[in-house]
């Protein structure tokens, strides 16, 4: 184990193979799958191939990306989704890596005509434009909201739509803080609900997925209350989960630097521990914040009931996710990471496979 950083600027410093133990967390919401999963996860994997090897430009690149089964996690998430639109709820899991993958490109970053270039599209397609060829997530975005279009709720709709925008606008903008930006956890958690594209996930995969309406229920403060609970957890679990791959990227967003950039006596493996510390008790938080809500004055109300249960779906699914999928910490067996030693900073991004092995 590398010392103790002596400051947060040694967060994507931690040497390549560093070791830590990633201990067992202690999550209590039950986990689901989609009925129809494994039917529907081969056909938007069918329907998204060309449009990923496409912004890939390597097929060594898209099968390493098709190896993480992101669409799963739409089936995990909303177990209870509409059969007619768990489709898209699992295509859309590609679309926001796929997504952020994109603004993360060396040339986007390096080019804010680049990235201003592909802002203009992605908005476009949001309002029904039709983005050219060469621009292969813009349009698989594009074709994704055509379809959902069909029959979801006009103010669904455009609080998705709402969300999509800003995520786009802030992925653009190239501004991304660092973790001095923050006073506190909570700041943190606001930002990151967003950054991690949990607000336009939970939009999909508990109203739209399950086909309800929370716009007006969603001005108890009680329920905004509980579901920013449940996305808190999203945002801890992945964080936890996804550290090694995050000092691969060099990303410097991650609570664990928060951690040590308010407590320094602690080492990274302090740190890792007391973020699962915090995560379960997330998710306590969320469950008492559910309670509240039941007994409060929506709490009556089925479509608040459901809606809820596919929010706590969201958090568990998550959670699961991240132990099932090679991109984190699932193993090629098809075996679940529960918990043990990890070695971080290892893994080669998806762009990286894509220098080394160009062509389709």
């Known amino acids: ?68 089964n992101m669409p799963v996690y739409g089936a995990l998430c909303c177990p209870h989704g509409r059969a007619d639109r768990i489709f898209s709820v699992a295509q859309a899991m590609d679309l926001m890596t796929l997504m952020d993958d994109e603004f993360s490109r060396p040339e986007v970053l390096a080019s804010e005509e680049t990235a201003g270039e592909l802002r203009i599209h992605y908005l476009a397609a949001l309002d029904g434009v039709e983005p050219p060829g060469n621009f292969p997530i813009a349009r698989l975005l594009w074709l994704h909201l055509r379809t959902i279009g069909r029959d979801i709720n006009p103010r669904v709709d455009a609080r998705l739509k709402q969300a999509i925008s800003e995520r786009v606008e802030s992925l653009a903008s190239g501004n991304r803080p660092t973790i001095q930006s923050f006073a506190d956890i909570e700041m943190y958690l606001a930002f990151r609900r967003t950054d991690i594209f949990a607000d336009w996930a939970n939009i999909l995969i508990a109203e739209y997925g399950i086909d309800v309406d929370m716009t007006n229920a969603l001005q108890d403060p009680d329920l905004r209350h509980a579901v920013e609970r449940s996305l808190n957890t999203i945002v801890l679990a992945n964080d936890l989960y996804s550290l090694s791959r995050e000092i691969s990227a060099r990303d410097s967003l991650n609570v664990i630097w928060l951690l040590l950039r308010d407590e320094p006596e602690l080492s990274l493996q302090d740190a890792v521990k007391k973020l699962v510390e915090i995560l379960d008790d997330m998710e306590r938080q969320f469950l008492a914040a559910r309670d509240k809500v039941a007994a409060g004055p929506i709490g009556h109300r089925e479509d608040v009931r459901r809606y809820l249960t596919e ?41 990286q496979i894509a220098a080394a092995h160009p062509g389709k």
């Open 311 to 351: 929010v706590g779906h969201f958090s568990s699914g998550n959670a699961e996710f991240h132990l099932r999928s090679l991109r984190y910490h699932g193993r090629p067996d098809g075996e679940i990471f529960t918990s043990g030693e990890i070695a971080v900073g290892t893994s080669p991004t998806i762009y």
């Open 1 to 68: 184990m590398s010392a103790k950083p002596t400051s947060v600027e040694h967060r994507i410093h931690v040497a390549a193979g560093t070791t830590i133990h990633l201990p067992p967390h202690g999550l209590t919401l039950p986990v689901l799958e989609h009925p129809d999963s494994d039917q529907v996860v081969p056909q938007v994997n069918d329907a998204d191939w060309p449009f990923i090897l496409d912004l890939f430009g390597s097929r060594k690149a898209a099968e390493a990306y098709f190896a993480y």
